[in-house]
């Protein structure tokens, strides 16, 4: 619901594009709420009616996708930075853990040391997967735009301001994102085969994403206490020789 709610909004703010479909936004809304409160329940109750709600989930999860291309397609914006991708990608795991989710609802499905590994699996790509890397997606959209509109707005037209992607280092973004989708797929490895030594490179990977992250963190931050401020050529030469 956070990642559906906040993605009709951001996402076309972003991109410079508008909600294309409000029957398929509000039937995505209305059936991920009855499938999240009705699996709740069955999950709760250990009822075999869980698969129903799950694949309710799906077919929300389904109509967002849908929407979600359509504001794409008709966006204005036509090369997405690498916040926007990240957070896609994110969303793009909805269709992995879609799989796991009917395979864990299913009627009769036996409690073992696999199903358990299944529900591990299932609960890490949802909350490191999914949510972790929208978030950080958002955080490259979000605090740059805050730090710039906070440090550097009052100066437009007066001297020469950096632009938003001046404010953090678009390597080390890129490479934390490759760091984070690698440690997640060998950690998922390593979850779905017990394997602790791929677990761990897989979560060493995952904490060198997050030092990318600190890092770009702390250039923007950089900013705001220390902002970077160029006089305009024609003013700079009508002052040079001045006392």
Known sequence: ???????????????????????????SILLLNVGLAGSFVTILLRSPWKLAFALLVIVALTIYGWELRAILRVRNR?????????????????????VLAVVLSWPGLPMNAFTGQLENLYGFIAFMGIVTLAIVGMLYKVIPFLV???TYSGHIGLAQVPSLSDLYSERVQVAGFWFFVTGLATTG????????????????????????????????????????????????????GQP
């Open 1 to 27: 619901m956070l990642l559906v709610g906040v993605s009709y909004k951001l996402i076309p703010m972003f991109t410079l594009s508008e909600v294309q479909s409000k029957r398929r936004t509000l039937s």
């Open 78 to 98: 036509r090369v997405l930075d690498w916040g926007v991708k990240m957070f896609l990608v994110a969303v793009a795991l909805f269709a992995p853990l879609s």
């Open 148 to 150: 710039w509109f906070a």
């Open 189 to 240: 490895a390593g979850i779905i085969f017990g394997n602790e030594l791929a677990a761990r490179v897989g979560g060493s990977l995952i904490a060198l994403s997050l030092v990318a992250l600190a890092i770009n963190l702390g250039k923007m931050s950089f900013h705001f206490f220390k902002p970077k401020l160029k006089p305009f050529a024609a003013h700079a030469k009508a002052t040079k």
